[in-house]
């Protein structure tokens, strides 16, 4: 699957939640392998935000992302948006230093995106794959999110608020594609009783019966109410009873169940990566959503790419017969079992290390131990296979070593191991040469990376 980006611009325009200020948004397409980023073009230089979860800074009420003291807030109803949608690569364009808030929910997003539409770019995209069971808990509250291992982005919500009106609710995505017509268009909330404190606070300056949900769930005298709404400069409302004191009718039910699930999916956005598993959130909210967030980031910083999914029941694309028809190695040099997986930039080989290896018988007789120079040869021939894709009839061409930088072994390999090999061009390939990065993986652990540069030359 190819990453994407929009078609062309396009720019929302309303007030600030928090701020109550009029704001205007312009999302850009952007260029391969840029990702989700903010630029706030009423300050100097026009600096931008990366749309990471280091960056989250404060999670009351909305997401705010702070980098090099610029901060933008609100930003989960567009980001969900823009997730749902596949989008990768987008620059968005704000002068001020939240979202604009619109209706309270995603919908004018999407409907946007659909206008202007979504193009296909060269690079490839890169999953965060979920392999186990991943749990992340907040005693205090009582949240949780756990998420499991699903061939694709699936979500659960289950909410739970101590009000008469909005106890227990739950929500399902089974499908990415339903997020427009089902969750989108779901409004955020507040408890009439949460309002003046959080006026008192600085926020919600621009809420109104527009752009959110208002939940009447306990006992308030006429003037209260009415003192409420001067607060909030929206006319004055007689409510008797304990409920919804929007007009019209609610998109469902479980609409506020709904939002939350949109609000997990517009923090899961935070990771960087499209998800692949099955969330499973228990009274979800900013902070315990971007916690998790934050733990996966961790765990790509310590490793660039994540270990390839290996399924040893799948049918590879090369087999070892394949592969002796485009690489000229032999025994005891071809160190390249099969091709399970192949993009545009990249391939994954895997190499099965048994006790019968001839190196073994030297490299050390007491303590059997692969060479590090032949993790390198292996990674280098999956390299060459995966230029060889690039070529018509790659069999009349050869790839040769031009330059090995960065080299780096981290644990050993041994008998029973079986090596995973994951290479990918580091640039375009021009004039038949080449630059790759390669990881072996054994297990979930990078056991050595390398840089290096081949050429690719037609056989004679």
Request: hydrophobic share 40%; proline share 6%.
């Amino acid at each position: 699957m190819k990453q994407l980006t929009l078609k062309e611009p396009f720019t929302v325009k309303g007030k600030g939640l928090h701020s109550g200020l009029d704001i205007e948004a312009t999302f850009c397409p952007a260029p391969d392998n840029h990702g989700y980023k903010f630029q706030r073009v009423d300050l100097d230089g026009a600096p931008t935000v990366d749309a990471l979860a280091e960056y989250v800074s404060t999670t009351r009420r909305g997401t705010v992302l702070t980098q090099n003291e610029v901060s933008v807030g609100t930003i989960e109803h567009a980001m969900s948006a823009l997730y749902a949608s596949g989008i990768d690569n987008v620059l968005i364009k704000i002068n001020a230093p939240e979202m604009p808030i619109l209706d309270g929910s995603a919908r004018p997003f999407i409907e946007e995106i659909e206008r202007v539409g979504i193009v296909e770019q060269k690079a490839d995209k890169d999953f965060y794959i979920v392999k186990r069971k991943i749990e992340v808990c907040d005693k205090e509250t009582g949240s949780s999110i756990v998420v499991l291992p699903d061939e694709e982005l699936t979500l659960d919500v289950k909410v739970n608020f101590d009000s008469p009106v909005l106890a227990n609710q739950y929500a399902t995505l089974d499908r990415i594609e339903e997020f427009n017509t089902e969750i989108a268009p779901s409004r955020t909330f507040v408890f009439v009783r949460e309002i003046e404190p959080l006026l008192k606070g600085g926020l919600i300056k621009g809420g109104d019966l527009a752009n959110a949900l208002v939940i009447y769930d306990s006992p308030m005298n006429q003037e209260t109410i009415d003192h409420i709404a001067d607060l909030m400069g929206v006319p004055h409302k007689s409510v008797t009873e304990f409920g919804y004191i929007n007009d019209g009718e609610l998109l469902a039910d479980n609409e506020p169940a709904r939002h939350k699930l949109l609000d997990v999916l517009g923090d899961l956005a935070l990771i960087g990566r499209p998800l692949k598993g099955r969330v499973i959130a228990t009274r979800p909210g900013h902070s315990i959503n971007t916690t998790f967030a934050k733990q996966i980031r961790r765990e790509l910083k310590r490793q660039d790419v994540q270990a390839p999914v290996y399924n040893p029941n799948t049918e590879p694309l090369l087999d070892i017969n394949q592969i002796r028809q485009l690489l000229p190695h032999r025994y005891p040099f071809l160190l390249v079992d099969k091709i399970i997986e192949r993009g545009s930039q990249y391939i994954v080989g895997v190499k099965n290390v048994t006790g019968n290896e001839p190196f073994f018988q030297g490299h050390f007789p007491a303590e059997p131990v692969m060479p590090g120079v032949l993790m390198v040869e292996a990674m280098a021939q999956t390299g060459g296979l995966l230029v060889l894709s690039t070529v018509d009839n790659p069999e009349r061409y050869s790839t040769y070593f031009m330059k090995i930088d960065n080299v780096k072994f981290r644990q050993k390999v041994v008998p029973g191991d079986t090596l995973i090999f994951h290479v990918a061009f580091m640039s375009e390939l021009r004039r038949g040469m080449a630059v790759m990065k390669g990881y072996a993986f054994v297990g979930e652990k990078v056991v050595a990376e390398c840089e290096f540069m081949a050429q690719i030359t037609k056989n004679k």
